[in-house]
């Protein structure tokens, strides 16, 4: 029978953690990152950035510095975050863990209980990032685990007994937030068992997980917790108070003056919350922040409401003051970006259900439209031919594209990418083609553009290689390039390869006879060889 005893801890090697050993992203660059999907929250996403990014490279630090740094601790940066419902608290979480490339696990802490009672076992956040994971323990070590509603296990202060459900809770996560080893159950088999053959021919142990690098996340609306801090503020300073009340051009919110003492009177233990020093608030969004979610041409709503009606072969498009509806309406209802769902799908459902049926293939999604879905429903079959409906969807789609340079202007003013990647009115064109053709998001049809105009100029390296010349593609040539391998969905080099090769002589003969190593292609190259090869000839 297996004897189990203290679990070894074995040391990381970071030549198998291959994210923690190449890991040298900065704050500012994390920010940039969810600034391209996370409207506002400017200083919660400073914040969460920078605190992040500290918590691996310290990381990457003590490891790559041992034996040196074993008896250094490791204060972990784990993190609160405060803030309403329907804010982006748990999808920055997310981006931050997709940018980062480490297993994300996420739990509601209102499903967990004191280990030994009925109820989910904190320490299954772990082994579920083992499994997140693939498997691979190097990198479970350094994943995420984001805990929400952990303001549902404040303790009321009226319970008698084993508080089961909040300050239990509290207790049993404890031990996880700092360091401790966590046995990984496989499923309906009870615990992993690993062999060591160099120890002993039958010689086996649990597997364990250590969460010493793992970093915690947890977020709550925490209602209630605004009156303990003004109650609070006014005790310290009245002065103070009545200065930031005073301030009625602007909504105060009183969350951004939470402190940890705070957190205890709320109904937290004074050590669960020592184990989180980093603090993050986020505001309610404004209507005027609702409006830029759905402008964002990264934003995932818009995106999955189109491809709703793309499966049934109808292109959506929206105009802005379509867009200005919406959060107009969604912000009445007060539960922040999940409102643009439930007011996109009232407004767009009873067209979901009857356009498929229809001889239909484009819907321009208006103000109109939006105000009176039903109305504009009926106005739509009573008069099929109308110009009207045809003059809404290309409205639409030049908004599309408006939004779309503005948000390319404000991200090339930003980026170094623009560099060496420069956006000719014809790839404005072939990028709307593939946003919109495609239903992704700009930043995907960006980096599509982006990989294919690369693979151009590595062809490029190629064929001057090769044949010992300098050749150089110009912009018009390039555009067609791309606009070719796009459209005909053909690759880069063979496409270059075969309409070049021809020329290849000419090039060596010119090269012999004339000095000449330095030679244009131009777009004639590809749409008429045998006007390039005359004006090649004659130089």
Not at 71 to 100: E, M
Not at 115 to 129: C, I, K, Q
Not at 157 to 174: F, H, K, M, N, Y
Request: charge should be neutral; hydrophobic fraction near 40%.
């Amino acid at each position: 029978m297996f004897k189990p005893g203290k679990p070894k801890v074995e040391r990381i090697n970071l030549t198998q953690s291959n994210f923690l050993l190449n890991f040298n992203l900065k704050p500012v660059e994390l920010e940039a990152y969810l600034d391209e999907y996370l409207i506002g929250q400017d200083l919660a996403k400073g914040i969460i950035a920078t605190k992040i990014c500290t918590h691996f490279h310290k990381a990457k630090t003590i490891l790559m510095k041992e034996p040196y740094y074993e008896g250094v601790g490791f204060v972990k940066n784990n993190i609160i975050i405060i803030g309403p419902t329907g804010v982006g608290k748990t999808f920055t979480i997310k981006l931050i863990a997709k940018k980062l490339g480490v297993p994300f696990v996420k739990g509601d802490a209102t499903k967990y209980s004191e280990t030994g009672y009925v109820g989910g076992d904190v320490e299954d956040l772990v082994r579920d990032l083992y499994y997140e994971a693939g498997g691979d323990l190097e990198k479970a070590r350094f994943g995420i685990i984001y805990l929400d509603e952990i303001d549902k296990i404040a303790s009321s202060g009226e319970i008698i007994g084993p508080d089961v459900s909040r300050t239990g809770v509290q207790r049993a996560l404890l031990k996880l937030l700092e360091e401790t080893e966590v046995e990984i159950k496989m499923p309906q088999e009870g615990f992993q068992l690993i062999e060591y053959p160099d120890e002993g021919k039958n010689k086996r142990k649990k597997l364990t997980l250590n969460t010493k690098y793992i970093l915690f996340v947890v977020s709550g609306a925490f209602q209630g917790l605004e009156e303990i801090v003004k109650k609070r503020l006014k005790k310290q300073s009245l002065g103070f108070l009545s200065k930031i009340e005073g301030k009625e051009d602007k909504k105060i919110n009183y969350m951004k003056f939470v402190t940890p003492e705070d957190l205890v009177v709320y109904g937290f233990e004074r050590e669960f919350v020592g184990r989180f020093p980093v603090i993050a608030v986020f505001d309610p969004l404004t209507e005027e922040e609702l409006y830029q979610i759905l402008a964002n041409p990264n934003n995932i709503i818009m995106l999955n409401k189109k491809r709703d009606f793309k499966v049934y072969g109808i292109d959506l498009a929206f105009t802005d003051s379509a867009l200005r509806e919406i959060a107009k309406m969604a912000y009445k209802d007060n539960t922040g970006a999940r409102a643009l769902v439930r007011v996109l799908e009232s407004s767009l459902i009873p067209f979901e259900r009857v356009l498929p049926s229809e001889k239909i293939t484009f819907l321009g999604v208006t103000e109109e439209l939006v105000s009176d879905p039903e109305g504009y429903l009926k106005a739509m079959f009573n008069n099929p031919s109308s110009e009207k409906w045809v003059e809404a969807y290309n409205r639409a789609i030049q908004d599309e594209r408006k939004r779309m340079i503005a948000y390319l202007e404000k991200k090339l003013h930003f980026s170094s990418d623009h560099k060496s990647f420069e956006i000719t009115p014809k790839r404005l064109n072939l990028l709307f083609e593939i946003y919109k053709g495609e239903d992704i998001e700009l930043l995907q049809a960006l980096e599509r553009l982006q990989h294919i105009y690369h693979q151009i100029k590595a062809y490029e390296t190629t064929f001057s290689r090769r044949n010992q010349i300098q050749a150089i593609f110009t912009e018009d040539a390039i555009d067609h390039i791309i606009e070719e391998v796009i459209k005909k969905d053909l690759g880069v080099f063979s496409f270059c390869e075969k309409a070049l090769t021809r020329f290849e002589y000419t090039f060596s003969l010119l090269k012999e006879t004339t000095q000449r190593t330095r030679f244009c292609i131009t777009r004639t190259a590809f749409v008429n060889p045998d006007r390039y090869l005359e004006d090649l000839i004659k130089g």
